[in-house]
């Protein structure tokens, strides 16, 4: 079996979210089962650089700019040491090769010809997947993920193409809305804008499309997959998505194990597993004396890695905060988003120095040490399509408190692997944390709960056989 996997980004080549996380590791879990799925991604600055191998084996000469200038197109088979996963890279420097991240500048304003860029990742994905490619392999199913890519079942099916399409959503907020306008310079027919199609509340939607000309739709974890077909998570398009439930389904993600392991992680000075508990403490000790925390063995230490974020509940978390303090606690928080929060976080820290901390920003190896340093992890999301954070805090002992919503509900169990609220307020999180620190003294009870949550297997392996049956699903039966 042969797929295509098309995405905006993938680790470790490119990576601003959990999307690159999961187009960096499903395709090599697919491998391992004996499926030939090969990534196209866009060829960035960032990832041309980190090229290992690149081989030339398509040119495309027809594509226009946005200012309708003729536009030089390659395609590059490439490899990455450590990964065997061939990848397809679209370099055209045209529209890729940007001084700030794949989506927008240096100053975090959108590219303005955003909707050319990606409908020219969209148009390669379709030619890749059709009869008249202009390479020798052929995928048996095109799968494409989030708006980015979401053109692409549209230009495959307009062209009358039958090859089976499987579209992605990773987080239905992000939608790919366009200017009608924009249609006209994409390549695409003027009937296509209706609701049976590309349009969406007057605009061009990218991810419309995608949902609307996939034979099969998936999201990252079973509850999302029935939340976006409510008016509450939907953002708009639950109507679509609701009369689609049969070709709709949730795969839950699944995480890195390899990178992902506290018995041999390379960003730790101590190494700790299920059955050999006494790194941790180490572990949390190093991450007291690195963020300066005081060096207390029994206080209950919270950790928090998120964007900084309304959607995050990093509100609910500042409204609690102080209670944590007076019970003892301490957080270490990593992070950074909206300016607000980032203003009443820094507050955080100065009205409890030596008891909370917070690094402003992203620093790989400390989300590690957080992981293995930290008791208890919070992770109140309104919403969380999959999530990771709390599989990675089940795998490293760090005991999650979760808003039961999308993959958080799914992946942690109430008072077995960690704790569970329904209601997203400040209040409904204060007794959950709560029942934590009532927990935590209790050592063979948290003891229980730590190696109940590290025993639980969150690898791809589970997710790259779902696929696969899906997959399977979606050809056509041999005669």
């Known amino acids: 079996m042969r797929i295509l996997f098309v995405a905006s980004e993938a680790a470790p080549l490119i990576k601003t979210g959990g999307l690159a996380d ?3 590791a499903l395709p090599s879990a697919l491998r391992k089962i004996g499926i030939d799925c090969r990534v196209l991604l866009p060829g960035y600055p960032v990832v041309m650089y980190k090229l290992e191998s690149t081989r030339q084996v398509a040119r495309f000469d027809q594509f226009l700019d946005a200012e309708g200038k003729p536009l030089a197109a390659r395609l590059l088979l490439c490899g990455i040491s450590g990964s065997d996963t061939p990848i397809y890279v679209l370099d055209a ?14 100053d975090g304003i959108d590219y303005p010809d955003n909707a050319h860029r990606f409908a020219l990742l969209s148009q390669v994905a379709a030619i890749l997947a059709g009869a008249a490619s202009p390479i020798d392999w052929q995928p048996d199913i095109l799968h494409c993920n989030d708006w980015q890519t979401g053109l692409a079942p549209a230009y495959l099916r307009l062209s009358g193409n039958q090859t089976p399409i499987v579209m992605t959503v990773h987080n239905l907020a992000y939608q790919g809305i366009f200017p009608p306008k924009t249609l006209t310079h994409l390549n695409l027919p003027v009937s296509s804008f209706s609701i049976e199609g590309t349009e969406y509340y007057g605009n061009l939607s990218f991810l419309k499309a995608g949902l609307y000309y996939a034979n099969h739709i998936t999201t990252v974890s079973p509850t999302y997959a029935l939340e976006i077909q409510q008016p509450h998570l939907g953002m708009g398009m639950q109507g679509l998505l609701a009369s689609r439930q049969h070709q709709l389904s949730g795969i839950l993600n699944g995480i890195d194990t390899d990178e992902w ?8 000075r101590c190494e700790f597993n299920a059955r050999a508990l006494a790194g941790k403490k180490q572990c949390k000790h190093k991450l007291q004396e690195e963020l300066g925390l005081e060096p207390l063995a029994n206080a209950p230490l919270f950790g928090i890695i998120a964007r900084m974020a309304h959607q995050k509940g990093l509100d609910l978390v500042l409204a609690i905060a102080d209670g944590i303090i007076d019970r003892g606690g301490q957080i270490a928080m990593l992070g950074t988003g909206e300016k607000s929060i980032e203003i009443a976080v820094r507050a955080l820290v100065a009205r409890h120095p030596g008891k909370v901390a917070a690094l402003i920003g992203y620093n790989e190896g400390l989300s590690h040490r957080i992981e293995a340093g930290s008791d208890i992890f919070l992770m109140p999301s309104l919403f969380e399509p999959c999530g990771l954070n709390q599989m990675y805090s089940l795998r490293y002992g760090s005991v999650p408190i979760v ?20 209601q997203p307020t400040p209040h409904a999180l204060w007794l959950a944390v709560e029942r934590a620190l009532d927990l935590y003294p209790q050592k063979p009870a948290w003891k229980k709960l730590v190696q109940t949550g590290m025993n639980r297997d969150f690898s791809w392996n589970k997710s790259a056989l779902a696929y696969q049956a899906l997959y ?7 005669a």
């Open 261 to 268: 392991n506290p018995a041999a992680d390379r960003h730790l």
């Open 472 to 478: 399977q699903s979606l050809l056509p039966l041999e």
């Open 22 to 24: 999961v187009s960096g």
């Open 403 to 422: 808003h039961a919503t999308g993959g958080l509900r799914d992946t942690v169990e109430d008072g077995v692997t960690g704790f569970v609220f329904h």
């Open 93 to 106: 420097p045209a529209v890729f090769a940007r001084a700030g991240g794949p989506y927008q500048d240096s």
